[in-house]
């Protein structure tokens, strides 16, 4: 009756195949992420392509380097870390005629922005998560809201950049009376007379509130009912209860999602390309124009040559262990804080 | 089929509920006598729950809710207009089902009550008095600053009878406080409260019948019915007396069959 | 033991609107009310901005011709934008689902907590938070760069490899979840009547679970059809119809709506502003409508 009641050894072989199959499809992501580093980081070292690692080929690093001793880096053309060493991050001059090259404005520049962005977007997206999770509004409105923040997360970056760009009058005639008034402080100090920092960080701003409003809105979603209803039963009132013990018990999400949020900004690339001015020189005021590492990368990596594309990938692996070091403290500040609450 | 009482500190007179169009409970007049156990018993559905979060507004968090008669509390209109529901919590507190202690140091969690009612005086002795009162200062007292979620199940509940009661309310509501604990802390909690009430009016929903005998001084059986054209049920209030009463000499069919486990 | 001071009875159980914390309490409902409308705005603003200066600019021909040489106004078109954006991202689609399908399966069903499932769900968040203008970096490098695509630098095939890099995460992390909303019990059903793994997975729980994968994957394809930067330095620019000598048009430079956002915007021409606004009409029009489609699987699912 039964054929198969002994398994046949095509149907284990092909089991066993497909459980090895999804573990190499698997291990495409992880290479792909050591892959990454990898070759950011050699052509930072080096300059030459990716192929003058196979032995091989004619202009082969591993001869340079074997002929190290002999005559003097006969071969190798040495890239960016062995020429600027640390003091690339340190350097604000970015001239190619001269080949000097610093990436402390695009470093400035990154972390300004995003500093300046997600001091702005908290506020905002934590208190549009409260409001969207208590009974201010009907149910059904409430959703519509919250899908409209998701959606304004889907529109790409380059329409936002865009659409900033076409606004730029609007953004000067609001920057004007800060640089009146307060033209004193440094970083109001020049007249705001075309694509700035500041816009860039207000672009971002539009473009981090979905992010932080969605976890947060999450996070606070989850926070058992009974915690609401035991501050409201004291007689908590309903801002008491949501400051000392719904965003409590909400804290690792948001957090987490600040930091997301963060590591987002630090790498956004078309938006802020559009409107922080492209500038390599450094300065303290907001209504200059800058850069970022990525935008440095977006504007100038096309009609780089030579050892400024090694520096370009210096820059490039910066913004890398940058964006790591945010994500893994987000993934850690997730861990330590998360409520242990069932 | 109620029994007069002489002062009562809270007065249903003739409360209907509703979720939506779906009436939970209806026509409830019911006074609750001042410094003594009063238990909601019933079976599941009946409404007994759904009236005690009345009387502290909880049920205003929930969107659907309506209701129909009046609440009164030392003769005012709970449900009055001008009415701050705030105010109302402060004055009547709440024990709910589950243990839910704010996610804090067990200190926190009772100040935090205190704190917020304006409490000036001495945070560190009415921490002590009310986590004594409340019989759980022994096993809480060497840790007052680790989390409140650090306890058992029945050290957490009673951790929230002592938050309730620091805040001082004249009345504690209690809504099924021991159905997620042992029977060794339910004796415990059920000590507390024969301690409390020389200080507090308490209302008790419980599901346990040995439980209302144990603790109350009055009773409340609360039953539920068919609604006509409809599959759902609603709850009434079916008797009302002293507990040694409804136990021993019910008047209403249904309460003798509750009380005596033939029901249903 | 304290004896309890009660107030007076039931006097002050009155809303007072002057109380200090009644007053903090309707100031900061006002504060929240204000702040949910400064996030909500730009998205109105500029949905509604991007609807009227790029709608105005759709034409038949916006399909059909090619964009104008910088300083003409004719032909008004960007028909090879169009094509190399569905088959820049299409390709990328065909690339990413297989493998992250495939890494999704391999952590919910095979390894969930073992060295090398930690291993890989690492890759998977720190992939996911590489900024997306070094996706395009790496594939420039290994691909362009070295011309190892038959001796072909810019192509389309190296866009579309660089925005597979940028789903990647995206595909692995919807499939684990959607798989884990499979109940246990369907799988020991099938296990139970002795099917093998691979049928469990391939007939069973996959079919269970296709809605919130799909579900996922719709909105990566759509966010990968609006990225910019990993196309700048690998599919490139065109101004041409795809070649389709060259690999079917995969191994040349292709034109796509949202690197072409980048160029037209950027140009001192109103013509080619005008074809920016287009593209970003298409754009949006194209993500909002892959977003409701979401939605729908998603409803599908849970009913």
């Not at chain 1, 380097?65 to 870390?81: Q, S």
């Not at chain 2, 059920?190 to 009773?219: C, G, P, Y």
């Amino acid at each position: 009756m039964f054929t198969h009641k002994k398994r046949p050894w095509t149907e284990k072989l092909v089991d066993h195949a497909f459980i090895r199959m999804t573990a190499v499809l698997a291990s495409v992501v992880s290479l792909t992420v050591l892959g990454i580093f990898f070759t950011v980081g050699f052509q930072a070292v080096f300059q030459g392509d990716l192929s003058s690692l196979l032995p091989w080929n004619q202009d082969s690093i591993w001869q340079g380097i074997a002929a190290w001793n002999d005559e003097e880096t006969f071969g190798v053309r040495w890239g960016a870390i062995p020429h600027f060493g640390l003091g690339f991050l340190a350097n604000s001059s970015w001239n190619p005629v001269r080949n000097d090259y610093g990436a402390l404005t695009p470093i400035y520049g990154t972390l300004m922005t995003s500093a300046l962005a997600l001091l702005l977007a908290v506020p905002l997206g934590v208190g549009t998560a409260i409001f969207l999770t208590e009974d201010f509004l009907p149910q059904k409105l409430r959703t519509i809201i919250g899908f409209m923040v998701e959606l304004l997360a889907a529109i790409p970056s380059v329409v936002l950049g865009l659409w900033a760009m076409a606004m730029l009058n609007g953004f000067l005639a609001a920057f004007t009376p800060l640089h009146v008034h307060l033209g004193w402080l440094p970083f109001f100090g020049t007249e705001p007379g075309g694509p700035n920092l500041a816009m860039a960080s207000l672009i971002l701003v539009v473009m981090l509130l979905p992010i932080i409003t969605a976890v947060s809105r999450d996070s606070l979603n989850q926070v058992p009912r009974e915690l609401r209803q035991g501050a409201y039963a004291v007689g908590a009132t309903r801002w008491t209860s949501i400051f000392q013990v719904l965003i409590p018990a909400a804290v690792s999400g948001i957090v987490g999602g600040a930091m997301l949020a963060l590591g987002r900004a630090l790498g956004e690339t078309m938006a802020v390309t559009m409107i922080i001015g492209n500038s390599t020189k450094l300065s303290t005021s907001w209504f200059a124009p800058s850069s970022t590492i990525a935008s440095l990368l977006a504007n100038q990596f096309g009609e780089a040559d030579d050892i400024q594309v090694s520096a370009l990938y210096y820059a490039a692996l910066v913004l890398m262990i940058l964006t790591l070091l945010v994500n893994i403290c987000a993934q850690v500040i997730v861990k330590r804080l998360a409520l242990k609450y069932d | 089929m109620t029994s007069s009482i002489a002062d009562p500190i809270i007065s249903c007179d003739n409360v209907t509920i509703s979720y939506g169009t779906f009436a939970a409970v209806r026509n409830v007049f019911l006074d609750i006598p001042k410094h003594k156990v009063t238990a909601f018993i019933g079976p599941s559905g009946c409404g007994k729950s759904t009236v005690l979060r009345c009387f502290n507004r909880m049920n205003d968090l929930i969107e659907s809710f309506s209701m129909k008669g009046k609440v009164l509390f030392h003769d005012q209109d709970l449900y009055g207009p001008r009415v701050d529901p705030v105010e109302v919590r402060r004055r009547i507190g709440m024990v709910f089902q589950k243990p839910n202690p704010f996610p804090k140091t067990i200190y926190e969690n009772i100040a935090f009550g205190a704190r917020i009612n304006g409490f000036k005086g001495d945070m560190d002795e009415l921490v002590e008095t009310s986590l004594r009162r409340a019989a759980v200062w022994d096993e809480c007292k060497d840790k007052l600053q680790e989390s409140g979620l650090s306890l058992s199940g029945g050290q957490q509940q009673r951790l929230c009878i002592a938050r309730a009661i620091a805040v001082e309310p004249e009345v504690i509501l209690m809504d099924e406080p021991c159905s997620a604990l042992d029977p060794i802390s339910t004796l415990k909690v059920e000590d507390t409260l024969h301690e409390l009430k020389k200080n507090f009016t308490i209302v008790i929903v419980t599901h346990n019948m040995q439980q209302a005998v144990r603790v109350s001084d009055m009773t409340a059986f609360y039953n539920a019915v068919e609604v006509e054209g409809s599959d759902g049920k609603v709850g009434y209030l079916a008797e009302y007396n002293e507990t040694k009463e409804i136990f021993n000499n019910p008047k209403v069919k249904d309460t003798k069959e509750y009380v005596t486990g033939r029901f249903g | 033991m304290t004896t309890t001071q009660h107030p007076p009875a039931a006097s002050g159980l009155n809303y007072n609107p002057y109380a200090p914390r009644n007053v903090w309490n309707r100031a900061m409902n006002l504060l929240a009310a204000l702040f949910s409308l400064m996030a909500v705005l730009p998205l109105v603003v500029v949905i509604l901005y991007v609807l009227y200066k790029g709608g105005g600019a759709i034409t038949p021909a916006i399909f059909t011709e090619l964009p104008p040489a910088p300083g003409l106004s004719e032909p008004m078109g960007m028909g090879n934008a169009v094509i190399g954006t569905a088959m820049v991202t299409g390709m990328a689609a065909l690339v990413a689902i297989p493998v992250g399908v495939g890494g999704g399966i391999y952590l919910a069903e095979v390894d969930k907590t073992g060295w090398f499932a930690q291993f890989i769900r690492f890759g998977v968040n720190v992939l996911a938070g590489v900024p997306s203008i070094i996706c395009g970096l790496f594939i420039y490098a290994l691909v362009v760069d070295t011309r190892i695509l038959w001796g072909e630098s810019f192509s389309a095939m190296a866009g579309s490899l660089a925005l597979a890099v940028l789903m990647l995460p995206t595909i692995v992390k919807t499939t684990d979840e959607g798989l884990k909303l499979v109940s246990q019990e369907l799988r020991m059903g099938a296990l139970g009547v002795g099917a093998s793994r691979f049928v469990t997975i391939t007939r069973v729980v996959l079919p269970a679970a296709v809605s919130p994968i799909a579900t996922g994957v719709v909105l990566g394809i759509a966010r990968a059809a609006g990225e910019t930067a990993p196309l700048i330095f690998t599919a490139l620019f065109s101004p041409f119809w795809p070649d389709w000598s060259s690999g079917l048009g995969l191994l040349a430079p292709t034109a796509t709506m949202s690197v072409q956002i980048y160029n037209f915007g950027i140009m001192p021409f109103a013509p080619q502003v005008q074809l920016a606004w287009a593209a970003a009409f298409i754009l949006v029009v194209m993500i909002l409508a892959a977003n409701l489609l979401a939605r729908w699987l998603a409803r599908f699912s849970a009913s």
